[in-house]
C-alpha cells in the first residue's frame, strides 16, 4: 500500500509542508526512517532526528518551530501523536482485510454465521454455533458445539473455544489463546489419588475485550467464568474456573488468578502477580508486578506490593530496610560481644 503525502494530511484533518506528491508505503521511527517511510514526532527530546531523517514524511505538530532547514515533507497536525495512533488503527485495518472462507475448513451444518464472514483455512466451526456480523476467524481455529460469538470479533490463528462459551462483541483473541478448557477440580480420594470433578460451567467474555495470545480462561465448574466488559488480558495469562473479573480491569504477562476469586472493576494487575482463590480484589486496586495476593482485598483504589502483598508504601519501606539486614546483623552482633563483654568485666 502506497499513499501520497497529501492524501495523508487529507485523511488526518492536517497540511503538507514540503512536497504533496511525495509518496510513503511504510512506517517508521523518526531516528530510522528511510526513503519511502513515514515516520512522527510528538515528543521534542527527538526533535534533533527531523533533521537528519531520510523519511520520506514525518507528521508533526503544527506548532512546531523549525529550528533549521529540513530535507523531508512534514504533515502538520493539531496532535502528532493522537493522529499517528489513527493512522496505526487505520493501517492495521487495511493490512487484515479479508472475507471469504477459505478451504479447507468445516462448518457444520446447524452452525448460524453471519454476513462479511472471513473463516480461514484448517479452522473448524461445530454445531449449532451462532456467529455474528464482520467476524474474522483466522487460519486453524477451533469453536466447538454451541459457542456463540458477537459481532466484529477477531480470533487469531490457533485460537480453541471449547464448547457453550460465550464471546460478545468486539473482542479480540490472539494465536494460542484457549477459552473454556476444563478447571482444575479433583477430589482427594482415601487411597491418595485423585478424582477428576466433571466442569460442565462456560466461559463469558462480554464485549471490548482483549485477550493475549497463550493466555487460557477455564471454564466454570458450575456456572460462569466471567470476563467483564473492557478487560484487557497480556500474554501467559491463566484465569481459574469461577473466577470473575471486572469492567476495564487490566493484567499484565504471567499473571494467574485462582478459582472463584472475584477481581473488581478498573484493576491493574502487574506482570506475574498471583491471586489465591475464593477472596475478592476492591475495585481500583493497583498491584505491584511479582506481587503475593493471599487475602481480601476490601479498600478500593489503593495500591499493594510485596509477597504477601501489603500497602505498596509499606513494601517500599521494607524493601529498604531489607537491603541493610547484612548490616544490621553486623551492629547487632558488634553489641552482643560488648554486652558480653560489659557483663564479663563486671561480674
Request: charged residues 20%.
Amino acid at each position: 500500500m502506497q499513499f501520497t503525502a497529501n492524501q495523508i494530511a487529507t485523511l488526518l484533518g492536517g497540511y503538507v509542508e514540503g512536497d504533496p506528491d511525495v509518496i510513503v508505503n511504510q512506517l517508521s521511527k523518526i531516528e530510522e526512517g528511510k526513503a519511502g517511510s513515514l515516520a512522527f514526532l510528538s515528543n521534542p527530546k527527538y526533535e534533533q532526528f527531523l533533521y537528519d531523517t531520510e523519511a520520506s514524511a514525518v507528521i508533526v505538530n503544527e506548532d512546531l518551530l523549525l529550528q533549521r532547514e529540513v530535507s523531508t515533507s512534514l504533515i502538520r497536525v493539531k496532535d502528532a501523536y493522537s493522529s499517528f495512533s489513527e493512522l496505526l488503527r487505520i493501517y492495521h485495518q487495511l493490512r487484515n482485510e479479508r472475507k471469504g472462507i477459505e478451504e479447507p475448513s468445516f462448518v457444520h451444518e446447524s452452525a448460524k454465521v453471519g454476513e462479511e464472514l472471513y473463516l480461514g483455512a484448517f479452522s473448524y466451526i461445530g454445531r449449532d454455533v451462532t456467529i455474528g456480523n464482520q467476524v474474522k476467524i483466522y487460519p486453524q481455529v477451533y469453536i466447538g458445539d454451541g459457542v456463540i460469538i458477537g459481532d466484529h470479533v477477531t480470533l487469531y490463528p490457533g485460537v480453541k473455544i471449547y464448547y457453550d462459551c460465550v464471546i460478545g462483541n468486539d473482542v479480540v483473541i490472539h494465536s494460542g489463546a484457549v477459552i473454556g478448557s476444563d478447571g482444575f477440580g479433583f477430589a482427594p480420594q482415601k487411597d491418595g489419588t485423585y478424582s477428576k470433578v466433571p466442569q460442565i460451567g462456560n466461559v463469558i467474555i462480554e464485549d471490548d475485550v482483549e485477550i493475549g495470545a497463550n493466555t487460557v480462561i477455564d471454564r466454570a465448574t458450575l456456572g460462569s467464568t466471567v470476563i467483564r466488559k473492557g478487560v484487557k488480558l497480556d500474554n501467559l495469562i491463566q484465569i481459574a474456573h469461577n473466577v470473575e473479573i471486572g469492567a476495564n480491569t487490566v493484567a499484565a504477562a504471567q499473571t494467574g488468578i485462582s478459582g472463584s476469586t472475584k477481581i473488581g472493576e478498573n484493576v491493574v494487575l502487574g506482570g506475574q502477580v498471583g491471586v489465591v482463590g475464593h477472596i475478592q480484589v476492591a475495585s481500583g486496586s493497583q498491584i505491584q508486578a511479582q506481587s503475593g495476593i493471599n487475602r481480601s482485598i476490601d479498600q478500593e483504589n489503593k495500591k499493594w506490593g510485596g509477597s504477601p502483598a501489603i500497602s505498596y508504601n509499606s513494601n517500599l519501606r521494607s524493601q529498604v530496610i531489607y537491603v541493610k539486614l547484612p548490616q544490621l546483623e553486623k551492629r547487632i552482633a558488634e553489641l552482643e560481644a560488648k554486652l558480653k563483654d560489659f557483663y564479663d568485666e563486671t561480674r
